[in-house]
């Protein structure tokens, strides 16, 4: 079963095809915010690299959020276009929840988060387990960072791992109040569609899926816009 996914919620534009025994192919594009006019193209040479066409999938996957509100629609935007011309399944996936699977058998708990603008971060914490794989400890949520520094000490105890594009902005805060935080090499530490793919299509294989039409981004609060008008 060949399942491409895309992955636009930050700054990295990233799309796979990952198939139940291997990743076939991968872009990521970690520079400049340009989502709209990168993706299709990227999408396109990837495909054409690896000899496949659109028309091979079996179904797609979404990472639908949370993160950028304006990223989060040009990604669903594509592959529901996508899903409906095929008539093919939908996997929607957490944002964060593919982050922490950039490090499946972590030993420890993996915590990733996202700037969400206003000293706010977009988070969960996951822990590895062997027969479930990446379980979340704390579901996605936005909150301060002092808040969240609050819920990590009580995992000070052993390893804490933190990824994601909030880490620059507030590893060094972190780091003063958890001085054990452990923030993971560069390759790992952004969005990668091969890892949301990769839950897709262990999702997919179980028809864990949706139909296009019903699959939306998941923004968890409202945009700073729409919080002004109330």
Same mark, same amino acid.
Request: charged share 25%.
């Given at each position: 079963m060949?399942?491409?996914t895309?992955?636009? /919620? #930050?700054?990295v534009?990233? =799309?796979?095809?990952? !198939?139940?025994n291997?990743?076939?192919?991968? %872009?990521?594009?970690?520079?400049?915010?340009?989502?709209?006019?990168?993706?299709?193209?990227?999408?396109?040479?990837?495909?054409k690299?690896a000899?496949?066409?659109?028309?091979?999938?079996?179904a797609?996957g979404i990472v639908?959020?949370?993160?950028?509100?304006t990223?989060l629609?040009i990604?669903? /935007? #594509?592959?529901?276009?996508? =899903?409906q011309?095929l !008539?093919?399944?939908?996997?929607?996936?957490? %944002?964060?929840?593919a982050?922490?699977?950039?490090?499946?058998y972590?030993?420890?708990?993996v915590?990733?988060?996202?700037?969400?603008?206003?000293?706010?971060?977009?988070?969960?914490?996951?822990r590895?387990?062997?027969e479930?794989?990446m379980?979340?400890?704390?579901?996605?949520?936005?909150?301060?960072?002092?808040a969240?520094i609050?819920i990590?000490?009580?995992?000070?105890?052993?390893?804490?791992y933190?990824?994601?594009?909030?880490v620059?902005?507030?590893?060094?805060t972190m780091?003063?109040?958890l001085?054990g935080i452990?923030?993971v090499?560069?390759?790992l530490?952004?969005?990668?569609?091969?890892s949301?793919?990769?839950?897709?299509?262990?999702r997919?294989l179980k028809?864990?899926?949706q139909d296009?039409?019903s699959?939306?981004?998941?923004?968890?609060?409202p945009s700073?816009?729409?919080e002004q008008?109330?």
């Amino acid at each position: 079963m060949k399942v491409l996914t895309v992955d636009t /919620a #930050t700054i990295v534009a990233t =799309a796979a095809v990952v !198939d139940e025994n291997k990743l076939i192919c991968e %872009t990521i594009v970690n520079f400049q915010k340009k989502h709209s006019e990168k993706l299709m193209p990227a999408i396109d040479h990837m495909l054409k690299d690896a000899g496949l066409t659109i028309q091979d999938m079996d179904a797609f996957g979404i990472v639908n959020g949370p993160g950028s509100f304006t990223g989060l629609r040009i990604g669903m /935007a #594509t592959v529901k276009g996508f =899903a409906q011309a095929l !008539d093919k399944p939908v996997i929607p996936i957490s %944002t964060l929840e593919a982050l922490a699977y950039n490090l499946p058998y972590a030993d420890g708990v993996v915590c990733p988060i996202l700037d969400a603008q206003r000293s706010q971060v977009y988070t969960g914490l996951f822990r590895f387990n062997e027969e479930e794989g990446m379980v979340a400890e704390l579901e996605d949520s936005v909150m301060d960072i002092e808040a969240l520094i609050g819920i990590l000490q009580n995992y000070a105890d052993g390893p804490i791992y933190l990824l994601g594009d909030g880490v620059p902005r507030f590893y060094e805060t972190m780091v003063e109040a958890l001085p054990g935080i452990i923030k993971v090499k560069q390759h790992l530490f952004m969005n990668r569609a091969s890892s949301a793919g990769t839950l897709a299509v262990e999702r997919a294989l179980k028809k864990q899926w949706q139909d296009y039409k019903s699959v939306e981004p998941v923004y968890i609060r409202p945009s700073y816009a729409e919080e002004q008008k109330k």
